[in-house]
């Protein structure tokens, strides 16, 4: 089980690390289409607001927070059963 729990967090890790690439890209993409630079709360997240993209953004950061802990976790039951 501690395996497949290391598999899952690389998995779920890579992802976020894909989907917050690809929200950067979308992001870096749409910029120069806007007008002019906005005051608070600052031009990211006025991007992420006209592209709906604050909950995949914050899915990415989720799945890549959740996969450390899968990974960090299995890490720690292997260290602990070779003791």
Known sequence: MNKSFQLYGII???????????MHLAIALYIPHRGGW???PGNLATVLEEISGRAP?????AFMIIGGIFIIYGVWKNTGNKE
């Not at 779920?12 to 690809?22: D, N, P, R």
């Open 57 to 61: 953004y914050l899915l990415s950061i």
């Open 38 to 40: 906005s005051d608070p």
């Open 12 to 22: 779920l890790f890579l992802s976020g690390i894909f989907l917050f690439g690809i």
